[in-house]
């Protein structure tokens, strides 16, 4: 039987940064990317819902083109997405307006590949076999 103290809050590591070389603009760029509490997940998702009501009924949909652009915002680490001096650089105010003009520099192909790594460093990358096999260790 396992012991409480196996979950106390000094028992939980914190996420490291890790390196990962995505290519943007059409070359290789080295960028540094650290995985997001679960608490920090939950409140970029209430950020990108919105709710309606059709027919008398509540209606809550996510903007998933929103939440993956906030996903790759709180997971970079470098290049910081936040960060004024960038933004200046780039002659926009605020992370999202400086995706966004990213964006418009970048191959469609870069911009799935940049999510699919933020994808994968927040755990959204395994199959239901992969985690079972996981826990068996």
Known sequence: M??????????????????????????????????????????????????????GQKVVETDQDKFIAQMIIETTVHPDLKSKELQAAWGVVGAEELLKAMKFKMRDGEYAEWSNVVSEINGYDKGMQELVEEAKN
């Open 2 to 55: 396992s012991n409480f103290q196996d979950f106390l809050m000094d028992a939980f590591d914190d996420a490291e940064i890790v390196e990962r070389t995505v290519t943007i603009g059409g070359k290789p760029k080295k960028m540094h990317f650290k995985a997001i509490a679960a608490g920090v997940g939950d409140e970029v998702r209430k950020k990108c819902r919105k709710t309606q009501f059709y027919k």
